[in-house]
């Protein structure tokens, strides 16, 4: 099982702060095994998930540190998907 | 060892930060630092063409904390540096409010200087926080800027 | 007006100054203003190759105020800065003493640290202050430092 | 008349924190047009006045400014040497 959390924007515009997807059992994402893989399969869900999850800026995290689309999957991993950060 | 990183929804003391700073963690005071640069980021009325009325941060809990600490430790690996706080708030704030402070002591004010800077500009662009701010026209998420992403590539030559 | 320099024997309250830089002169809250950048020196126990008990700060009547007030003026003129603040202590001072307060205030945190660095930088090489410390082996004037000197030159160029 | 200050260690080393001059009467000076001029008389003092006036490091104002030698002085003036400062 992965854990898929949204945040700020992103988490609005999907109107889904988190999902949990089994990576083996769930048909959809048996032939997932990167992070952009994931992306790409999340963003075929609608027309809204295509537009909101295509974007360039979009950063990513896997494990609470930010890395990039070659980063592979694992059972277990707590994985992020959220707008450029905009604190301080 | 005293706290290096606080997020918080409560507010912070800058008196008291600051007393922090100067004291080694047994109480005693800290001599062999010579400078204490602090950093005090604030709600402004003012922001990206709107008049703020206020905002509200939201961040992604646990991951925050870890970015924070990350910055630090780098921030540290780069320079001399006596005792390092960061505290950055959540949750709803008005106008004038603190948001984020920083305070690095060191030997020399140079580092302290430098620290508090690389600390500041990493935070604007890694540290998962984001500002929806309520404005004349509305609410809105706050857009990351250039200028921050500059400021923060800047270390990279350095 | 507030007071902007203060040249003065008693030790400073940084809690006060970082609040008067927050209000604005008719008491109401400074809400433009998104960044604070405070610095303060402090006597180290350390420096130049002994350990240090205390010093004496010398200075030039009136041509300390007016230095100070003149790098001041020059960095408002290079950065749009909200307050700024220098207080710098004369006389005895023991380990640990506050000796130099410098606080600016900006919209951008940029300005405000640039401002804060380039203000100190120009106090360490313009403003005519001469420390005698007490030292292991005995009292000394300190030596002016090239780095000092170097720090200030590079805003020469900026 | 001009007032002539010294500070630090220069004050310390000349044992002396204040000259008046009168640079129209004092038969030492009536030649001095200039600071650099200034320095030159008075490091004909003695051995121990020429050999701390004549540093290269000593820093020269006039009236509160920091000027170099080349700056004409007038009555009123008030001159100040002094050693490079090391305050903050």
Known sequence: MIKVLFFAQLREQLNCAELTINLAEDTRFTAVSTLEQ???ELALTDDNW???????????AVNQTIVDGNQVLKDGDEVAFFPPVTGG | MDEMIS??????????????????????SNSSD????????????YNQGNHVEGL???????????ALEDI??????KWPLGKVRVIHRIGKLA????IVFVGVTSKHREAAFEATQFIMDFLKNKAPFWKKEVTNIGERWVEAEDKDV????RWDKA
Chains 1, 4 share one sequence.
């Open chain 1, 38 to 40: 994931l992306r790409t």
């Open chain 1, 50 to 60: 295509q537009s909101c999850l295509q974007t360039g800026k979009l950063l990513m």
């Open chain 2, 7 to 28: 997020v918080q929804t409560q507010d912070f003391d800058m008196a008291a930060e600051y007393q922090a700073l100067l004291a080694n963690t047994d109480g005693t």
């Open chain 2, 34 to 45: 010579g400078a204490v640069v602090t950093f005090v980021g604030l709600v402004r009325d």
């Open chain 2, 56 to 66: 509200t941060l939201e961040h992604y809990p646990g991951m925050t904390e870890k």
């Open chain 2, 72 to 77: 630090v430790v780098a921030a540290q690996s």
């Open chain 2, 95 to 98: 106008l004038s409010d603190q």
């Open chain 2, 150 to 153: 500059k400021a923060q590539q």
